[in-house]
Nanobody, 127 residues
């Protein structure tokens, strides 16, 4: 099974940027669909962004579209979430997730579709 570890969270002012990383080990990520989710304070886990196994397809939540970018570097076995123009509403614990997929172009934004999760990293945006 693949293990995932997020990093890059922290405190940032509104309008600023952060880049989250998700380092995978145990398995190569080339066989997995990948995604980012977040849990705002007092709320359930929600979809942020996802990418297909081959990285050629991406999907974003409406709330982050145009501001966040998901990417993957298979050589480094790492996924990234570039977050720009951050808002107070982006404050949450961010999780990366992986889902074993046979189809290279498949993608999912459903929490239950992902089998492997990182421990989460806190992102706090001050306004």
């Amino acid at each position: 099974q693949v293990q995932l570890v997020e990093s890059g969270g922290g405190l940032v002012r509104a309008g600023g940027s952060l880049r989250l990383s998700c380092a995978a080990s145990g398995r190569t990520i080339i066989n997995y669909r990948l995604g980012w989710f977040r849990e705002p304070p007092g709320k359930e886990r929600e979809f942020v962004a996802a990418t297909s196994r081959d990285g050629r397809m991406t999907h974003y939540a409406d709330s982050v579209k145009g501001r966040f970018t998901i990417s993957r570097d298979n050589a480094k076995n790492t996924m990234y979430l570039q977050m720009n123009t951050l808002k107070a509403e982006d404050t949450a614990v961010y999780f990366c997730a992986a889902d074993l997929a046979s189809l290279p172009n498949s993608i999912t934004s459903t929490v239950s579709s992902y089998d492997y999760w990182g421990q989460g990293t806190q992102v706090t945006v001050s306004s």
